[in-house]
């Protein structure tokens, strides 16, 4: 199977060309709102079957499509990407010192119909930050492209950071070893794998 990555996101490039997987990438512009009545992990795998649905029609039959969402929740509070400095400073100034889950919903959909949804959680425990630190990180690294405005990768993650429970690939925005399990479900891994 031809795999096809519909996803914008450096991270889910670099978490794939890591994994040895041979990928082409496809962008098609789809609609991130979903019902308020969803929470926690409903919100990704919803998030990640409608960018999926969104590219049905045009997959050949030996493609495959992975979408993917990822989005932080602090208790019952989705924190989506930030839309300016003033709301990343205060989703982070949220979650600092505090525990907090990241959900990615991963949907696989094969152009002969076969179709995976399926999630990952991460719990993240953040140390205490100073308003010196969020400001820093913000203005640095500029994070509105992340939910909760930040990522694991960066400086942030590593100063913050305390313990994970569950995949730091997965906070990074692809769980690949459940891609990894559900890609050789489907037979769709590379001759090598």
């Given at each position: ?66 979408t ?82 930040y ?38 891994l590379?001759?090598?794998?």
């Amino acid at each position: 199977m031809r795999l096809i990555l519909a996803s914008n996101s450096p991270r889910r490039r670099q978490l794939l060309t890591d994994l040895g997987l041979p990928y082409e990438i496809r962008l098609l512009e789809v609609d991130e709102s979903f019902p308020a009545h969803l929470r926690r992990v409903e919100v990704a795998e919803y998030l990640a079957a409608r960018k999926a649905a969104a590219y049905a029609a045009g997959l050949a039959p030996d493609e495959l499509v992975i979408t993917a969402d990822t989005i932080v929740c602090l208790g019952d509070d989705v924190l989506n990407k930030p839309a300016d400095r003033a709301e990343a400073m205060a989703m982070l100034t949220r979650l600092q010192g505090r525990a907090h889950d990241v959900f990615t919903g991963v949907c696989l959909l094969a152009g002969d119909g076969r179709e995976v949804l399926f999630s990952d959680q991460t719990t993240v425990h953040f140390r205490e930050l100073s308003p010196t630190e969020i400001a820093y990180y913000v203005d640095t690294y500029q994070p509105y492209d992340k939910a909760g405005a930040y990522g694991a990768q960066d400086w942030l993650g590593m100063a913050a950071i305390v313990r994970l429970e569950g995949s730091y690939f997965n906070v990074m925005g692809l769980p690949t070893h459940r891609v990894w399990a559900e890609l050789a479900k489907l037979d769709a891994l590379p001759p090598h794998a």
